[in-house]
């Protein structure tokens, strides 16, 4: 059984950071790609970020983003710690949601539709005040 928990959310002015950090356990975690979700009070769970699996000990594959992050947020893995980054500069207003990291068990590219993901965390809530 997968298990993922993410931390590192909380409340940061209009143009601070932070870094999620999802950690994983359960399964051999740099053989699976993994994402980033978020969902608005009202809205859909949305697409955040993506990267591919592991290949032995090299953790920097091919990686997505949706165009309202590119350039601000980052996702990164690290296999010896089984988890899974996502580090957020330049935050706005608009980012302000809850954020999930889930984990596709099929592996190959990693995908950037809810659907396709597996397992998910409890989410950790990002507030960003204007």
């Known amino acids: 059984q997968v298990q993922l928990v993410e931390s590192g959310g909380g409340l940061v002015q209009a143009g601070g950071s932070l870094r999620l950090s999802c950690a994983a356990s359960g399964r051999t975690f740099s053989s699976y790609p993994m994402g980033w979700f978020r969902q608005a009070p009202g809205k859909e769970r949305e697409f955040v970020a993506a990267i591919s699996s592991c290949v032995r000990t090299t953790c920097v594959g091919t990686t997505y983003y949706a165009a309202s992050v590119k350039g601000r947020f980052t996702i990164s893995r690290v296999t010896d710690a089984n988890t899974v980054y996502l580090q957020m500069n330049s935050l706005k207003p608009e980012d302000t949601a809850v954020y999930y990291c889930?984990?596709?068990?099929?592996?190959?590219?990693?995908?950037?539709?809810?659907?396709?993901?597996?397992?998910w965390g409890q989410g950790t809530q990002v507030t960003v005040s204007s």
């Open positions: 889930a984990l596709d068990r099929i592996g190959g590219l990693p995908p950037r539709t809810a659907s396709e993901y597996d397992y």
